[in-house]
Structures are given as C-alpha cells and as structure tokens.
C-alpha cells in the first residue's frame, strides 16, 4: 500500500519543491509576489523558469503549455517543446520570457465582437499565486488570457482582479477595527462536485449523450430514485474503483479531494475537496472535470458532467462553499460565541446581505446555463429566486438588531440520543436549509446554484466584486468616525432594515415562497435569456467599471458570448434531434409496425377465428403517434432554421427559449411514449434502465 503522504503533490512544482530548487534571495521574491502581489521582475522569472524546466525533465516532461480558461467554458493549452537547437543537436531551455508570455492565436476563441477573425494574436501571462503541474509528460503553466490589445478574453482575470479588489476594501474595514496587523485578505472556497458515471459501451450507442452531453429521448425506468436506497449506499465494485484511481491522480496534483459518496440518482456521484484560495479552487476544480473524464475512460465508462443527463432523476450541481479570511488565520465569517457583539462579523454580514440584495440579478445570471436552466426552479436545485439563508439564530440575531429588542441566543443543545453506548454531542446552532440557493453554513456561505460544467470563477468572482462594493461604501461612511464601534452599528442596523428582504428561512420550493418574493420584489428569472437582459443594467456596468474587473466594452462582449453560446447549445440539441427522429427513431417504429402487421396477417392465413385485435390496437396507437412525431420533427426543423437566422443575440436566444425548447418537448414527449410500446430489439437506442444501472 502507497502512503498518501508519500506521493501527495508529487507532480506539482509547489512551495516545497520551490524553496528547495530556488536560491533563497529569488524564493522570498517569488512568495512576496504570491503573498503580496507584487511585481515579479525578468530576472527571477529566469531563475524560477530554469528550476521549474529541470524539474519538469526530471519528471519526463519534454514540453511545455501555458493553460488557461477562455470564455468557451472548457480550458485550452498549445504545447511548446523544450527543445532549441545548438548546432545538429539540440539543448532543452526555457526562459523566463517563455514562462511569463506566450502567444496562442486568440482569433478562434469567443471575443464578443472585440477581436475580429484577421485580429489574430492574443497573450497568455503567468499566474505565480497558482502552482505549475505536471502531466502526459507536459509542464502546465496556470496563465491568464487576454487580446494583443489588452481585452480580457479569460474566466481567470476577472476573478484575480476580485480577489485583490476583496482583499483592499476588506484590510481597510479591519484597520478601522483595529485589526492593524492584517495585511491581506483572501476568498476561500471548497466546490462540491456531483457527477454521473456510465458505461461507455452504451454511451457510444447515443448520439445525443456524444453531441449535447444530455439524453434527448429516453423514457423513465421503471425504477428512479423514488426508495432513496442510491444516496450515501455502498459503493459498487466498479465505482469504488474509480474513485480510488481518480483519488489518486488528485492527490497527484495537489489536490485536495476530500469526500465521495453516491449522490441521489442512480449512477450519480460526488466528489468535494478540502477549502483553499479561490483562485487555486478553481484551476483545482477545471483540472478536477478533466481528470473525471480521462480517469472514467480507462474504466470503460463516461463521466457526464451535464447539469441533467437524464430526465425524471435529479441533475447535478456544484455546491460553492465560500468564505473570507485574513492572513493572520481568521475566518471573517465566523460569528464566535457571542455574535451579537462581534461587531466585525456582523459588518461583513451586512456587507454580504446588501450586497446580494443589491445584485440578486447578478448571482443568477452567474449561474445561468442551457444546461442549468432545467434544474433552477425543480424540486432537486434552488429556485430561480436568489434568498439567503442565515439560521434560526442569526435570522432571530439580524431581526432583533432591526427591532432595537436584546438578543437571547439558543445556544448550541446537546444532542439526546436515548442510547447508552452512544454518546450524546452537540448540535449545531441550526439545521440546513437545502432549499435555499445562498445559505450560511456556521463560518462560510454555500452558494448552492450552480451547475456542475460550471467554472466556479464565474460567481466568485461576481460574489468578491460585489462584497468589495459593499466594504468600500462602508469604508467611506466609518473612516471618519470618532466612535468606529458605534457607527458601525448604527450602520449595520440600518443595512439589515433596508435589505431583510433577502433573508428567507422556509421552503423555497414551495409555491407560496414564489409569491412572497414576488411580494418583496425579489427577482425570478426562470431562464438564461431572461437573466441576461439585466447584464447591461446601469448598475452593474457601474460595478464592474468602478471595481477594475471589466470595462463597459468587455461586459458586453461577455453578454453577447453567453448569449450566443446558449443559442449554439440548442441549435445543436435542436438538430441532433432531428437527426435521431428521422435516421433512427422513425425507421425503427416503421419496422416494428410492419412487423406487427406481418404478425396479424400470419396469423390470419392460420385460421381467420384467431384474435389480431392485440396487434391491431399496438399498430393504430404507434401509427398515431409516428404521424404526430413526423409532423413535430418538421415543425421543429422549421423552428430551428427560424432561430438561427436571426442576427440580435439576445432576440435569437429568446427565440430559442421560448419556440425551439417547447417544440423539443413535444417532441420528446411523443417519442419516449412510442419507446414504451416499441419492441427493445428494435428500439435504435440503449434505454434509461440500462443506462441508469449497468454501472
């Protein structure tokens, strides 16, 4: 048995590996730009690009690839070789030029009209605050993304950007506390990842699963997850194996791969890491998706990382855990014993409060997705509707400030378990709510919307820019206080009258909850075109301007990417499955009834007295419904050809949301019922049942 300790962080050129590959003078310049941020000048880059490429060869790396996250929602690298040749022969150099900058053609990648397709170059620049890898024999370096004339075109930027922008506003509040000693303040997040595993045999056999990463047909199986006997179960052998496997390329990587368990839906899984920076959580996460993939393939199965794969069973999602902590060890977040008078924990709770009041629209429109837009709303993800949960006490702590009333905490129970060899323990101060899309969790908040093909610095870096926001204005109304500790109260209490209306407790699944928020003006946008309309608000061009994080120009470009993005995923459901009604579905409903029809007249040359009235029924309801299903194939063609032709993107996107979706329906609804009454071996396609529990 290998101990974890023993190969943990092996192919990471991490802070070990540096302090002991670096001369001690370039090791303490390099962590002052990782710790500080500050400049990193050519000369130690040099060094430090000399180190990391020995280290790399040692480790059998013949290349090198700047990695990085354009705006496609997936990562990109081009390799480079170390090689530069030295007469006939060759040497194996890389220069810290090479490690800052390198240059990938940026004209292929989505610009939303920044770049046009003969502006080609682009720029990829090291990321020091996230440590280089190793793997297939490639030295990855973690880089940002940005256009020959400095546009962002990156996921990457934007959420550093947020970090630096959180951590200035956050220092400045601290200082007025007399928390002089902090000097830096860093996002935490831990994303819990959930995932389906199936068999890659069958997953060939579906062209929806290879073209759209979800099932465009498919009837229910006979069972789902209706005995709840799949959530936390035994592993199988199978699975178990895979995660074992996948645990250890992980931890291969660095990677803090904490828990898994089997998730709700048969075939459906989780996997959550430890908590570290934002921005190393996320290159974590980008690098944890991929590795999924490639580590189900050596098991002959395909890890679907679709937010709803299959119909009728719940879909997956990406829980956010995220919190706030300083440099001196403390988490921002944690309300301590006493929370009533720890008037820094309530100030960052006022922050948070106000600002995911003020921008509800845009922690939806951070999680908006064509795949997402089937979960946000069902009973298995929150609502549309953006609410924070805090807890039975913080809510009774929060409304007892808005009163002017004392507070009386619950304090923490004990747990009574009526067993004698069981020892009682202590309960937390409230229960989770796992209805609710923004929750406080004890000393963090899990931003619970999300879906799982996501990449989560999207809503953290909108979480950072708009808590930023709010500590900036807070820092202006206190830094000329005499009496900081009295003014601040004053403005906590008057932050928690004019915002409680986030604050939601109950069940935000039930109907009565949709009409309240509508009561409290609180905003439900039920799908991506929907949300994308509030992008180019006033406000929130303000917002991102004011912060450093985008320029008007490139938040519209963002706008128009995701927009045409969404648009692309349907055009290419939408013709898929045109494909599969006319190749595959069609002929093998035809086939089967002319069977049918060959089987009543056999029987009719044995004797006219034999019943074909079985038959007879199963050929006129197929019959029916074929002629329904044709006739909705070419409406949805028409549909499609409608949406596409359009040229506003926000009008083609709406169009496909609001005609070609409902039209799909349709047509899947007719399809998955003549699956129920099509004989399996003519049926073209491997059905929910075998999908679902072949693994």
């Known amino acids: 048995m290998k101990k974890v300790s023993d190969y943990f962080g092996m192919n990471v050129f991490n802070d070990a590996k540096m302090q ?15 710790e500080n941020g500050e400049a990193l000048d050519i000369t130690i880059a040099n060094v430090v690009a000399h180190a990391m490429k020995d280290w790399a060869i040692e480790m059998g790396c013949t290349h090198y690839t700047h990695w990085f996250q354009p705006m496609t929602g997936v990562t990109a690298e081009k390799h480079d070789s170390f090689i ?16 800052i900058k390198g240059e990938p053609d940026a004209s292929s990648f989505p610009s939303g009209g920044i770049r046009a397709t003969f502006e080609a170059r682009g720029y990829t620049t090291w990321d020091p605050t996230s440590p280089a890898f190793v793997r297939d024999g490639t030295l990855y370096i973690p880089t940002a993304f940005c256009s020959y004339t400095g546009e962002l075109l990156d996921k990457k930027t934007p959420l550093l950007r947020s970090m630096e922008r959180l951590s200035d506003e956050a220092v400045k509040i601290l200082h007025l506390l007399g928390k002089t000693e902090v000097t830096r303040v860093a996002t935490t997040v831990g994303p819990e990842q959930e995932y389906f595993l199936i068999d890659k045999d069958l997953f060939n056999k579906r062209v929806d699963l290879k073209m759209t990463g979800r099932t465009l047909f498919g009837a229910k199986a006979p069972k789902g997850q209706e005995l709840e006997d799949h959530y936390f179960g035994a592993i199988n052998t199978r699975v178990a194996a895979y995660m074992r496997d996948l645990d250890e390329e992980l931890w291969k990587l660095g990677i803090f791969a904490k828990t898994k368990h089997n998730e709700v839906a048969p075939s459906q899984h989780e996997l959550a890491p430890v908590f570290t920076t934002s921005n190393i959580a996320t290159d974590h996460n980008e690098l944890t998706m991929e590795i999924m993939q490639k580590v189900a393939e050596k098991h002959n199965m395909v890890c679907l990382l679709h937010e709803k794969p299959f119909k009728g069973v719940n879909g997956s999602g990406k829980h956010n855990n995220w919190s706030i902590s300083t440099n001196t060890g403390e988490n921002l977040l944690n309300p301590g014993k006493n929370p009533e008078k720890n008037t820094q924990f309530l100030l960052f709770l006022a922050a948070i409060v106000k600002a995911v009041d003020e921008y509800q629209d845009l922690l939806r429109i951070t999680v908006a997705s064509a795949g997402n837009d089937h979960r946000l709303g069902a009973n298995e993800a929150p609502p549309a509707i953006i609410s924070m949960y805090l807890g039975d006490d913080l809510d009774a702590l929060v409304h007892s400030i808005i009163k002017g009333e004392d507070y009386h905490s619950h304090k923490a129970a004990r747990m009574q378990t009526g067993v004698d060899v069981l020892a009682d323990f202590k309960k937390d101060n409230s229960d989770r709510n796992r209805t609710s899309p923004f929750a406080f969790t004890g000393n963090k908040f899990e931003f619970r919307a999300l879906g799982s093909s996501l990449n989560i610095g999207c809503p953290n870096y909108m979480l950072n820019t708009m808590v930023a926001e709010e500590l900036s204005q807070f820092y202006e109304a206190l830094k000329n206080s005499i009496d900081v500790e009295v003014v601040a109260k004053e ?12 604050i939601f407790n109950g069940d935000n699944y039930s109907g009565e909850w949709v009409k309240e928020a509508e009561r409290r003006g609180l905003l439900n946008m039920k799908t991506l075109p929907e949300a994308f309309e509030k992008l180019l608000d006033q406000k929130n061009i303000d917002l991102f301007a004011k912060n450093n994080i985008y320029s008007e120009e490139e938040l519209r470009a963002r706008h128009e990417i995701e927009l045409d993005m969404y648009s692309k995923q349907i055009n290419i459901e939408g013709l898929t499955m ?3 009604a006319r ?11 002319h069977e049918l029809a060959d089987t009543a007249v056999a029987k009719k040359a044995v004797s006219k007295q034999i019943s074909t009235k079985s038959e007879e029924k199963l050929i006129v309801s197929l019959s029916d419904k074929l002629d329904k299903f044709i006739r909705l194939t070419d409406e949805l063609r028409d549909e499609v050809c409608t949406a596409s032709s359009l040229t506003d993107p926000q009008e083609e996107a709406s169009y496909y949301q609001k005609n070609v979706i409902p039209k799909m329906e349709e047509l899947r609804e007719v399809g998955d019922r003549m699956e129920m009454e099509t004989s399996q071996k003519f049926w073209p396609y491997p059905s929910y049942t075998e999908l679902l529990f072949s693994v």
Do not use: C, N, W
Not at 583 to 593: G, L, Q
């Open 491 to 502: 403005l906590i209490k008057q932050v928690f009258t004019e915002h409680s209306r986030i």
């Open 20 to 34: 002991e590959r670096l001369p001690k003078p370039i090791y303490k310049a390099l962590r002052k730009t990782i």
């Open 84 to 99: 530069s040749p030295k007469g006939d022969e060759v040497i194996m150099e890389f220069s810290g030029k090479e490690l």
């Open 578 to 580: 045109q494909q599969m």
């Open 583 to 593: 190749k595959d579905i069609i002929p093998a409903v035809s086939a089967f009834i």
